[in-house]
């Protein structure tokens, strides 16, 4: 009876080990050794290595990819303050986007009147940064920034994709460029592997459409 109590655990472990979603590595180097960036995720991950703005993060396939950083990026929100503090705006926008934030601004003794109504999350993000430092979810908004630039330039740079859904991947390059870049065809939940270096954002934008056989726009 032991015996066959024990062999059960066994099978019932073996069994939700086998569940359980793999790690999976993403891991790029800008082409100029500037900068490299790595995760290891339960799930799919995407990173991107641009000369000095390399970055990498965890994707969050179907619904939830909304809560990414990327997606947060486009999000519109409404924060209003009267002469508000450094600690109660980085307050408030922690409590909004459900992110760690952090802003140091310039002058410590300055106070910040904002009136945005339903503006894209960056769009504050960059108000804030003329005034001092800003960081959300452990990252330096000043990367983020040269990320950007970096996607929009059309700078060539490495990136790597494990087991992320395509419809993720467009919010996380849409959000992080600010360019409309959409799914226009095909199953936006379909799953990818791919590496590629030396690209642009719309070479890899292409290469992930005749990979996939989704077409995605970036106009």
């Known amino acids: 009876m032991r015996l066959l109590a024990a062999s059960l655990l066994v099978s019932l472990f073996l069994l939700n080990t086998s569940a359980t979603a793999p790690f999976e590595d993403c891991s790029c180097t800008a082409a100029d050794g500037s900068c490299s960036a790595s995760v290891s995720c339960g799930g799919g991950c995407i990173a991107y290595c641009p000369s000095g703005a390399c970055r990498a993060s965890c994707i969050k396939n179907g619904d939830a990819a909304e809560l990414e950083l ?31 934030v952090a802003f140091t601004p310039n002058n410590p003794q300055e106070r910040f009147n904002l ?13 804030l940064s003329q005034s001092g430092k800003v960081q959300i979810g452990g990252e330096e908004f000043s990367n983020l920034q040269a990320a950007r630039k970096a996607l929009v330039s059309g700078e060539r740079m490495s990136i790597c994709i494990r087991n992320a859904s395509v419809q993720s991947v467009v919010r996380e390059f849409a959000g992080m460029s600010g360019l409309p870049i959409r799914v ?32 995605i726009s970036l106009r």
């Not at 009136?115 to 108000?127: F, G, R, S, Y």
């Not at 095909?186 to 642009?200: C, F, I, Q």
Request: hydrophobic share 40%.
């Open 70 to 100: 990327g997606s947060l990026m486009m999000r519109p929100v409404t924060v209003q303050f009267d002469r508000g503090s450094s600690r109660q705006v980085a307050s408030e926008l922690a409590r909004i986007t459900a992110r760690q």
């Open 115 to 127: 009136d945005a109504k339903n503006i894209p999350l960056w769009d504050v993000l960059e108000t």
């Open 184 to 215: 226009t065809s095909g199953d936006p939940s379909a799953v990818l592997t791919l590496s590629m270096k030396g690209v642009t954002l719309e070479e890899a934008l292409t290469q992930v459409s005749s990979y996939t056989g989704i077409q």
